[in-house]
Protein backbone atom coordinates (compact mmCIF):
# COMPACT_ATOMS: atom_id res chain seq x y z
CA UNK A 1 0.00 0.00 0.00
CA UNK A 2 1.33 2.92 -1.02
CA UNK A 3 1.78 6.50 1.22
CA UNK A 4 -0.77 8.21 -0.58
CA UNK A 5 -3.05 5.47 0.67
CA UNK A 6 -2.49 6.53 4.12
CA UNK A 7 -3.00 10.45 3.53
CA UNK A 8 0.66 10.85 2.61
CA UNK A 9 2.03 10.45 5.92
CA UNK A 10 5.40 11.90 6.07
CA UNK A 11 7.82 10.25 7.97
CA UNK A 12 11.77 11.81 7.52
CA UNK A 13 13.32 9.83 10.52
CA UNK A 14 13.95 6.39 9.39
CA UNK A 15 15.41 5.32 12.43
CA UNK A 16 12.46 5.68 14.00
CA UNK A 17 10.44 3.96 11.46
CA UNK A 18 13.12 0.92 11.91
CA UNK A 19 12.30 0.79 15.38
CA UNK A 20 8.31 1.43 15.17
CA UNK A 21 7.75 -2.67 15.34
CA UNK A 22 10.08 -3.22 18.46
CA UNK A 23 8.97 0.42 20.51
CA UNK A 24 5.29 -0.11 19.96
CA UNK A 25 4.16 -3.25 18.93
CA UNK A 26 3.29 -4.22 22.60
CA UNK A 27 0.48 -1.18 22.33
CA UNK A 28 -1.62 -2.43 19.26
CA UNK A 29 -3.19 -5.67 19.13
CA UNK A 30 -3.23 -7.83 15.80
CA UNK A 31 -6.28 -9.10 14.43
CA UNK A 32 -6.27 -11.74 12.44
CA UNK A 33 -8.54 -10.76 9.29
CA UNK A 34 -10.69 -14.24 8.56
CA UNK A 35 -7.97 -15.71 10.02
CA UNK A 36 -6.36 -14.99 6.88
CA UNK A 37 -7.22 -14.98 3.91
CA UNK A 38 -3.66 -15.51 2.46
CA UNK A 39 -2.46 -18.12 4.32
CA UNK A 40 -5.28 -20.82 4.61
CA UNK A 41 -8.84 -21.01 3.99
CA UNK A 42 -10.46 -17.82 5.47
CA UNK A 43 -12.83 -18.02 7.99
CA UNK A 44 -12.41 -21.86 9.20
CA UNK A 45 -10.50 -23.72 12.18
CA UNK A 46 -7.34 -23.98 10.31
CA UNK A 47 -7.04 -20.35 9.27
CA UNK A 48 -7.89 -19.89 13.02
CA UNK A 49 -5.24 -21.71 14.65
CA UNK A 50 -2.57 -20.90 12.03
CA UNK A 51 -2.92 -17.03 12.94
CA UNK A 52 -2.79 -17.97 16.49
CA UNK A 53 0.36 -20.02 15.92
CA UNK A 54 1.52 -16.73 14.90
CA UNK A 55 0.57 -14.42 17.25
CA UNK A 56 -2.59 -13.16 17.07
CA UNK A 57 -4.49 -11.22 19.45
CA UNK A 58 -7.80 -11.58 18.32
CA UNK A 59 -9.75 -13.58 15.47
CA UNK A 60 -11.57 -10.97 13.28
CA UNK A 61 -14.23 -13.34 11.81
CA UNK A 62 -17.88 -12.98 9.99
CA UNK A 63 -21.32 -14.49 10.67
CA UNK A 64 -24.32 -15.10 8.84
CA UNK A 65 -27.70 -17.34 9.47
CA UNK A 66 -28.52 -20.43 7.44
CA UNK A 67 -31.78 -21.45 6.53
CA UNK A 68 -31.99 -23.23 9.99
CA UNK A 69 -31.36 -20.84 12.03
CA UNK A 70 -27.65 -21.98 12.62
CA UNK A 71 -25.15 -18.82 13.21
CA UNK A 72 -22.57 -19.86 10.41
CA UNK A 73 -18.83 -18.28 10.04
CA UNK A 74 -18.31 -17.44 6.83
CA UNK A 75 -18.26 -13.57 4.76
CA UNK A 76 -19.80 -14.12 1.57
CA UNK A 77 -23.78 -14.10 0.90
CA UNK A 78 -22.93 -17.15 -1.06
CA UNK A 79 -20.79 -19.87 -0.41
CA UNK A 80 -19.64 -20.58 -4.36
CA UNK A 81 -16.14 -18.30 -3.35
CA UNK A 82 -14.99 -20.74 -1.16
CA UNK A 83 -16.94 -24.11 -1.01
CA UNK A 84 -17.25 -26.45 -3.90
CA UNK A 85 -21.09 -25.91 -3.42
CA UNK A 86 -23.43 -23.33 -4.81
CA UNK A 87 -26.25 -20.84 -3.40
CA UNK A 88 -26.79 -18.40 -0.65
CA UNK A 89 -25.92 -19.37 3.14
CA UNK A 90 -29.50 -17.88 4.16
CA UNK A 91 -31.19 -20.69 1.50
CA UNK A 92 -29.10 -23.87 2.96
CA UNK A 93 -29.25 -25.68 6.21
CA UNK A 94 -27.15 -26.65 8.43
CA UNK A 95 -26.27 -30.21 7.45
CA UNK A 96 -25.98 -29.00 3.51
CA UNK A 97 -23.15 -26.12 4.85
CA UNK A 98 -21.18 -28.57 6.90
CA UNK A 99 -20.58 -31.18 4.16
CA UNK A 100 -18.94 -28.45 1.59
CA UNK A 101 -15.72 -28.22 1.12
CA UNK A 102 -14.41 -24.74 2.82
CA UNK A 103 -10.87 -25.25 0.89
CA UNK A 104 -11.71 -26.23 -2.48
CA UNK A 105 -10.72 -23.02 -4.32
CA UNK A 106 -7.97 -22.17 -1.88
CA UNK A 107 -4.63 -21.72 -3.16
CA UNK A 108 -1.79 -20.16 -0.50
CA UNK A 109 1.00 -17.56 -0.98
CA UNK A 110 3.06 -20.67 -2.37
CA UNK A 111 0.38 -21.83 -4.95
CA UNK A 112 -0.46 -25.06 -2.31
CA UNK A 113 -4.05 -26.28 -3.11
CA UNK A 114 -6.14 -27.10 0.07
CA UNK A 115 -9.04 -29.05 -1.44
CA UNK A 116 -9.84 -32.45 -0.46
CA UNK A 117 -8.92 -31.53 3.04
CA UNK A 118 -11.84 -32.28 4.76
CA UNK A 119 -11.74 -28.33 5.91
CA UNK A 120 -15.11 -27.34 6.88
CA UNK A 121 -17.10 -24.30 7.77
CA UNK A 122 -17.69 -23.65 11.88
CA UNK A 123 -20.86 -22.56 13.64
CA UNK A 124 -20.21 -20.06 15.69
CA UNK A 125 -20.62 -22.01 18.63
CA UNK A 126 -18.01 -24.46 17.25
CA UNK A 127 -15.70 -21.60 17.31
CA UNK A 128 -16.37 -20.43 21.05
CA UNK A 129 -15.36 -24.45 21.62
CA UNK A 130 -12.36 -24.83 19.59
CA UNK A 131 -10.87 -21.90 21.05
CA UNK A 132 -11.84 -21.24 24.34
CA UNK A 133 -10.30 -17.98 25.99
CA UNK A 134 -9.32 -16.58 22.66
CA UNK A 135 -10.79 -13.20 21.60
CA UNK A 136 -12.92 -13.31 19.01
CA UNK A 137 -14.28 -9.88 16.63
CA UNK A 138 -17.96 -10.49 14.92
CA UNK A 139 -19.38 -8.95 12.21
CA UNK A 140 -22.67 -9.41 11.27
CA UNK A 141 -23.44 -9.85 7.98
CA UNK A 142 -27.25 -10.13 7.73
CA UNK A 143 -28.90 -6.89 8.18
CA UNK A 144 -31.95 -8.10 10.28
CA UNK A 145 -33.02 -8.55 14.04
CA UNK A 146 -33.22 -12.66 13.97
CA UNK A 147 -29.06 -12.61 13.16
CA UNK A 148 -28.47 -10.31 15.47
CA UNK A 149 -30.74 -11.94 18.58
CA UNK A 150 -28.81 -15.27 17.26
CA UNK A 151 -25.51 -13.70 17.41
CA UNK A 152 -26.30 -12.68 21.25
CA UNK A 153 -27.71 -16.33 22.00
CA UNK A 154 -24.53 -17.71 20.85
CA UNK A 155 -22.28 -15.78 23.20
CA UNK A 156 -24.17 -15.79 26.08
CA UNK A 157 -24.42 -19.96 25.85
CA UNK A 158 -21.08 -19.62 25.90
CA UNK A 159 -20.05 -17.08 28.39
CA UNK A 160 -17.84 -15.55 26.60
CA UNK A 161 -19.08 -11.84 26.74
CA UNK A 162 -15.59 -10.51 28.19
CA UNK A 163 -14.02 -12.17 24.86
CA UNK A 164 -15.91 -10.93 22.39
CA UNK A 165 -16.40 -7.47 19.93
CA UNK A 166 -19.40 -7.36 17.98
CA UNK A 167 -20.05 -4.84 15.09
CA UNK A 168 -22.06 -4.69 11.63
CA UNK A 169 -21.85 -2.37 8.76
CA UNK A 170 -25.78 -2.61 9.32
CA UNK A 171 -26.93 -0.23 11.78
CA UNK A 172 -30.67 -2.11 12.32
CA UNK A 173 -28.45 -5.44 13.33
CA UNK A 174 -26.54 -3.25 15.44
CA UNK A 175 -29.29 -1.61 17.27
CA UNK A 176 -30.92 -5.02 17.82
CA UNK A 177 -27.72 -6.02 19.48
CA UNK A 178 -26.73 -4.20 21.74
CA UNK A 179 -30.53 -4.03 22.99
CA UNK A 180 -30.23 -7.61 23.63
CA UNK A 181 -26.83 -7.53 25.03
CA UNK A 182 -25.72 -4.31 26.32
CA UNK A 183 -22.78 -5.79 28.43
CA UNK A 184 -20.83 -7.08 25.63
CA UNK A 185 -18.22 -3.94 23.38
CA UNK A 186 -19.18 -2.83 19.98
CA UNK A 187 -18.15 -1.24 17.02
CA UNK A 188 -19.03 2.08 15.52
CA UNK A 189 -21.39 1.67 12.53
CA UNK A 190 -20.83 3.45 9.37
CA UNK A 191 -23.35 6.26 10.76
CA UNK A 192 -21.81 6.85 14.00
CA UNK A 193 -18.07 6.82 12.34
CA UNK A 194 -19.59 9.74 10.62
CA UNK A 195 -20.33 11.65 13.13
CA UNK A 196 -17.43 11.00 15.18
CA UNK A 197 -15.27 12.65 11.97
CA UNK A 198 -17.87 15.83 11.37
CA UNK A 199 -18.72 16.45 14.59
CA UNK A 200 -15.79 16.34 16.99
CA UNK A 201 -16.00 19.43 18.97
CA UNK A 202 -19.84 18.31 19.34
CA UNK A 203 -19.59 14.41 20.68
CA UNK A 204 -18.52 14.23 24.83
CA UNK A 205 -19.42 10.65 24.77
CA UNK A 206 -20.47 7.21 22.51
CA UNK A 207 -22.06 4.05 23.33
CA UNK A 208 -19.66 2.13 21.23
CA UNK A 209 -15.99 1.19 21.92
CA UNK A 210 -14.17 0.60 18.92
CA UNK A 211 -14.19 1.95 15.57
CA UNK A 212 -12.59 -0.58 12.87
CA UNK A 213 -12.36 1.44 9.55
CA UNK A 214 -10.22 1.39 6.24
CA UNK A 215 -7.23 4.07 5.88
CA UNK A 216 -9.58 6.03 3.62
CA UNK A 217 -13.37 5.76 2.68
CA UNK A 218 -14.45 7.24 -0.82
CA UNK A 219 -10.82 9.64 -0.67
CA UNK A 220 -11.80 10.67 3.08
CA UNK A 221 -8.48 9.96 5.30
CA UNK A 222 -9.43 8.47 8.47
CA UNK A 223 -6.36 7.56 9.70
CA UNK A 224 -5.04 11.31 10.57
CA UNK A 225 -3.42 12.54 14.03
CA UNK A 226 -6.78 14.63 14.55
CA UNK A 227 -8.88 11.67 14.63
CA UNK A 228 -7.11 9.73 16.39
CA UNK A 229 -6.51 12.46 18.61
CA UNK A 230 -10.89 12.20 18.77
CA UNK A 231 -11.01 8.15 19.14
CA UNK A 232 -9.02 8.52 22.19
CA UNK A 233 -10.62 11.60 23.73
CA UNK A 234 -14.30 9.78 23.81
CA UNK A 235 -12.02 6.89 25.07
CA UNK A 236 -12.51 4.66 21.95
CA UNK A 237 -10.36 1.96 20.50
CA UNK A 238 -8.98 2.75 16.41
CA UNK A 239 -8.69 -0.10 14.59
CA UNK A 240 -7.58 -0.13 10.83
CA UNK A 241 -7.90 -2.71 8.09
CA UNK A 242 -6.61 -4.11 6.08
CA UNK A 243 -3.22 -3.50 6.57
CA UNK A 244 -0.95 -6.25 4.81
CA UNK A 245 2.31 -4.44 4.40
CA UNK A 246 5.10 -3.94 6.90
CA UNK A 247 5.87 -0.29 5.63
CA UNK A 248 2.03 0.71 6.48
CA UNK A 249 1.88 -1.45 9.75
CA UNK A 250 4.65 0.64 11.16
CA UNK A 251 3.33 4.10 10.08
CA UNK A 252 0.34 3.23 11.85
CA UNK A 253 2.05 2.02 14.88
CA UNK A 254 3.79 5.59 15.10
CA UNK A 255 0.40 7.24 14.75
CA UNK A 256 -0.41 5.30 17.58
CA UNK A 257 -3.78 3.01 16.55
CA UNK A 258 -4.77 0.56 18.65
CA UNK A 259 -4.82 -1.97 16.32
CA UNK A 260 -4.72 -3.78 12.82
CA UNK A 261 -7.09 -5.87 11.05
CA UNK A 262 -4.71 -8.26 8.68
CA UNK A 263 -4.02 -11.06 6.16
CA UNK A 264 -0.27 -11.31 6.93
CA UNK A 265 -0.24 -12.28 10.47
CA UNK A 266 2.78 -13.88 10.18
CA UNK A 267 4.77 -10.50 9.07
CA UNK A 268 2.95 -8.31 11.93
CA UNK A 269 3.34 -10.78 14.56
CA UNK A 270 6.99 -10.70 13.78
CA UNK A 271 7.36 -7.24 13.19
CA UNK A 272 5.69 -6.22 16.78
CA UNK A 273 7.56 -8.94 18.16
CA UNK A 274 4.13 -10.94 19.49
CA UNK A 275 5.88 -14.25 17.43
CA UNK A 276 5.49 -17.81 19.01
CA UNK A 277 7.58 -19.13 17.42
Avoid at 169 to 180: E, I, L, T, V, Y
Avoid at 246 to 275: P, Q, W
Wanted: contains cysteine; charged residues 25%; aromatic residues 8%.
Amino acid sequence: MSDKAINELAWSDAEALAEAGDALGGQLDIYAHRGSTLLAPENTELAFARALGFGADVLEIDVRLSADGHVMVTHDAKVDRTCDGRGAVADLGLQTLKAMDAGWHFRDLHGEAYRGRGIRLLTLDELFVLFPGTRINIDIKDAHREAALAVAKCIADANAQRRVNVGSFHAKAMAHFRQAMPEVTTTATQGEVAGLYFGRSLIKSVHYQFLQIPLNYYGLPLATPAFLQQAKRVKVQAVYWTVNDIATMKKLALRGVNGLVTDRVDLACDLFGKSRS
